[in-house]
């Protein structure tokens, strides 16, 4: 049986969508990559991803740390860097170039959102494009458009993706509905989608706030990835049995009798929507492990590729003339 149709049954006895756990597909994916940073630490490479984090924003000192532990459980080296919020952009800009010349460095990540003062643009457009793993150099922006694939694929669409390959849902010809065209989320998924690849070859169509009349997109779709960032905005009424549900949405919402006062929820009316749904994403534990895990990949190919530039270097430089 295919796993795009595969159901599950609730207490009740209804079907209910097969939940696709982010958290354990993204387990594997750490699992693997650790043996392959075992395998380049025996050629004397061991992959390091540098963040840098401005400011006291208490979400991107979370993630900035939940980035270094998966780093370092992974073999690799994990580096974070932290300004104060005071930090210049000249200040900011000359962290980055010291970071494209260190040799141990493969990655760079500058967590966003910046301090109002320094502009993020001129900040990735800093960032050497062989050491950008979080993909938003307009030169890794291009190559993904295109297709060329030495470049590096912003990791939560990278992740969707991959939950999409490793769940067997067969994305081919597919109608696949994105709500959201932001550069991080919606804008490179769809570029993924869209190329002549494995987990892609979909027809795509890219909602947003002002699309008119949502329900008639959303309706269509086979596959249904959901970045808007607004609380059930997705409604059972809004889809077709069936369909797959990725909800990239991480919003917080008051909920008095949470430890913290608030839980996080996505964009999909979750229990409403699964048993409609096929497969379906929850929040947390579905896209959100996906990201870390892409980083870390697209941190080791980005080392693998540096050795290999470099043995081809070497290998032209003892090239004896003819
Ligand atoms: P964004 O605010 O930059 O973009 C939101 C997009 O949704 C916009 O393109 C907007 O036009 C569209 N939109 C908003 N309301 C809409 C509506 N009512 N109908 C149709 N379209 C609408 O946000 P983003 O950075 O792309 O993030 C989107 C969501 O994904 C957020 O909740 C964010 O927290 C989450 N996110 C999760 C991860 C992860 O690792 N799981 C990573 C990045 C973002």
């Not at 004397?44 to 006291?56: K, R, S, Y």
């Amino acid at each position: 049986m295919h796993a795009d149709i595969a159901t599950s049954h609730g207490s009740e006895g209804e079907e209910l969508g097969r939940i696709i756990d982010g958290s354990a597909i993204a387990r594997r994916i750490r699992d693997k990559l650790a043996v392959e940073v075992a395998g380049l630490a025996r050629e004397g490479i061991v992959p390091g991803l540098a963040v840098i984090l401005v400011g006291e924003d208490p979400a991107g000192a979370v993630y900035v740390a939940s980035k270094e532990r998966a780093c370092i459980e992974a073999g690799m080296n994990g580096i974070t860097i932290r300004l104060p919020a005071t930090t210049t952009q000249a200040e900011l800009l000359t962290h980055v170039r010291a970071l494209n010349d260190d040799s141990a460095v493969h990655g760079i990540l500058v967590q966003m959102p910046l301090p109002k003062q320094i502009d993020p643009d001129t900040v990735i457009r800093a960032i050497d494009p062989m050491k950008d793993v979080d993909g938003f150099h307009p030169i890794n922006v291009g190559k993904l458009l295109i297709g060329e694939e030495d470049g590096f694929a912003p990791c939560t669409p990278a992740g969707v993706q991959e939950l999409l390959i490793q769940s067997g849902v067969n994305t081919l010809g597919k109608d696949i509905v994105l709500i959201g065209r932001s550069n991080i989320v919606g804008k490179p998924m769809a570029a993924l989608l869209l190329q002549d690849h494995l987990g892609a070859n979909a027809t795509v169509t890219i909602c947003h706030r002002y699309t008119r009349d949502l329900p008639s997109h959303t309706r269509r779709a086979d596959i249904l990835i959901a970045a808007a960032g607004r609380p059930k905005l997705v409604t059972a009424d809004m889809v077709k049995p069936g369909v797959v549900i990725i909800d990239v949405g991480i919003n917080r919402v008051s909920d008095p009798s949470a430890p913290k006062g608030y839980r996080l929820v996505g964009d999909v009316d979750f229990d409403n929507v699964r048993p409609l749904a096929s497969q379906i994403t929850p929040v947390p534990k579905g896209v959100g492990p996906m990201t870390i895990a892409m980083l870390l990949k697209n941190t080791v190919r980005a080392a693998t590729m540096r050795a290999a530039r470099s043995a081809g270097r070497s290998a032209a430089a003892t090239r004896q003339p003819a």
